[in-house]
């Protein structure tokens, strides 16, 4: 059976199917949203306002005037009394739309500057003390509709948008204005009568006591075009930068020590630093615009000796022993370094709190380096860098799981298994006691333990878990998993 689309109504203006997204509905009949409008004026209609006969569409006042009832006394209002059948509205290429009459002319100067006509409270725009029509509210050049945020008015009493305006009476020629279109000088005559003459300022010409002026010109600086900058006075035009000379502000001045100004890029040039790493991008490493000897002369490198200020023994620097102020200060285990000093005191490398480890004696290092010189040693025993000894001299190997050197513990305070001082960067745990890090292995294969396979023995040792079963655990048949737990040796 072959597929039949559904059957949709048709709109009676146009003919064509209406779906029910924009339809709507009068008389009986579904029309186009586009098409519900009155047949004679053209009016977009609503279900308040519609009016429907024989298939036509018509808003209140022209049915009334087709269909109404004519002549004195009918309808309410004197607009009911009108005699017009709307054969205004019927003519060919009218469109609906009806010509205006002709206004009726005001007195000279009092009327609209534009057409001359009355203008009344509802359509008056307000320009320059003097009324216009609304529809007279536009640009002289262009013909723009205006408000009061684009409307400029002209020296000869005209009124036009902001571009127009800049294009007749702005300034001409290379920076001024915005965008290309400012730039042009061939749409109006630049000799106008109008026009204003630009000229340049002489801001120098009023000059002020030695001091006291504008640093550049020497001129006094006025209110109006006062800019500061560390508690000097400038002129605006001359607030630029002393190399490039490009117009400053708060944000990119900079003061230089020969008590001028300049922007960001030329300051860093002049006064940053300079070489490969210094300041952002590379326009900042080109030190072209001076010589060697100027860039030496003017910014010599100047080592900064950190034991020149000696402090009391005991309170300044572990390193150099002088005096650690607060803006170099770093700490490490209650004592103040240099930040110069601060290093690694076997490779150097500069330290922060995530890699500095305080060794026993009392030097600090990086974890390498701790690694190397107290760590434990040999196979299994911490990560790839400290199993290497890059120095000449081989790094001391503890061939016995006891030390041989360092300061001894009191009593029940040390190490466990060596009686070694612990320090918090190699302490284990284990029952309330504490081990080293080497130390902490079992105490019959020597295999390095941690918190999931450490068993504590009733003899204070540690054991793995399979010495800790040949040793204290249940033997015999049944007990333990797997056959090396049934072994009787």
Known sequence: MPFKPADNPKCPKCGKSVYAAEERVAGGNKWHKQCFKCGMCGKMLDSTNCAEHENELYCKNCHGRKYGPKGYGFGGGAGCLSMDTGAQFQGEGTNGHFEPKPMSKAPEGEGCPRCGGYVYMA????????????GCFKCGECKKGLDSVNCCEGPDRNIYCKVC????????????????GALQSDTTNIECEFAPKPSAVDTSAIKASPGQGCPRCGGVVFAAEQVLSKGREWHRKCYKCRDCSKTLDSIIACDGPDRDVYCKTCYGKKWGPHG??????????????????QLASQKPMVTIDTTVIKAPEGQGCPRCGGMVFAAE?????????????????????????MIACDGPDREIHCRACYGKLFGPKGFGFGHTPTLVSTDAQAAPVHTDAKPANGPKAKDGKGCTRCGYAVYEAEKMLSKNRIWHKR????????????????????????????????NYGPRGVGFGMGAGALTMA
Not at 332 to 353: I, Q, V, Y
């Open 439 to 470: 130390c902490f292995s079992c105490f019959d294969c020597h295999k390095s333990l941690d918190s999931t396979n450490l068993n504590d023995g009733p003899n204070g040792e540690i054991y793995c878990r399979g010495c800790y079963g040949r």
């Open 165 to 180: 305006y800049g294009k007749k009476y702005g300034p001409k020629g290379y920076g001024y204005g915005q965008g290309g």
């Open 123 to 134: 359509e008056q725009m307000l320009a320059r003390g003097r009324a216009y029509h609304k």
């Open 329 to 353: 200060q770093q700490l490490a285990k209650g004592t103040m370094w240099h930040k110069k000093c601060f290093n690694c005191n076997e490779c150097h490398r500069p330290l922060d709190s």
């Open 276 to 293: 490969y790493g210094f300041a952002c991008g590379s326009g900042f490493l080109q030190t072209d615009c001076m010589s060697e000897e």
